[in-house]
């Protein structure tokens, strides 16, 4: 079973190509980018407490102090992973998402789409 982009998922996806992108050309698409650490926090040794996996299009928040409440998953249909350091690849074991990779994803669709006539 898998849920709406943004909402909670009961159980895991699976699947490939950065995402559970489905519909036609003309459905809305919702995506996510973690960025990396600031500088604040990278010198407090934070961790993250999201994993992402690209190729099933899932975000998991981990239970930080009630381990017995669980993870809570959300499905989307494009996730970027952009931590660096330490953290610099995803679940699924790429590298951080550039600008040019979440353009290519996601903006240059849409701009090819307006010069058909969708906006």
């Known amino acids: 079973m898998s849920s709406s982009p943004g909402r909670p998922s009961t159980?895991?996806?699976?699947?490939?190509?950065?995402?559970k992108s489905t519909g036609s050309a003309e459905s809305v698409k919702v995506a996510v980018r973690v960025r990396p650490f600031n500088?604040?926090?990278?010198?407090?040794s934070q961790v993250p407490v999201l994993r992402m996996a690209p190729s099933a299009g899932q975000?998991?928040?981990r239970a930080a102090?009630?381990?017995?409440?669980?993870?809570?998953?959300?499905?989307?249909?494009?996730v970027f992973w952009s931590m660096d350091g330490d953290?610099?690849?995803?679940?699924?074991?790429?590298?951080?998402a550039t600008q040019a990779d979440v353009y290519a994803v996601l903006g240059r669709?849409?701009?090819d789409q307006s010069y058909t006539g969708y906006n």
């Not at 159980?11 to 995402?19: D, I, Y």
């Not at 953290?87 to 951080?96: E, K, Q």
């Open 11 to 19: 159980a895991s996806a699976g699947g490939g190509g950065g995402g």
């Open 39 to 44: 500088e604040r926090e990278k010198a407090s």
């Open 59 to 61: 975000v998991t928040i």
């Open 65 to 78: 102090k009630d381990a017995a409440a669980g993870d809570t998953k959300f499905q989307f249909d494009h």
């Open 87 to 96: 953290f610099a690849t995803d679940l699924d074991g790429n590298p951080p």
């Open 109 to 111: 669709p849409l701009v």
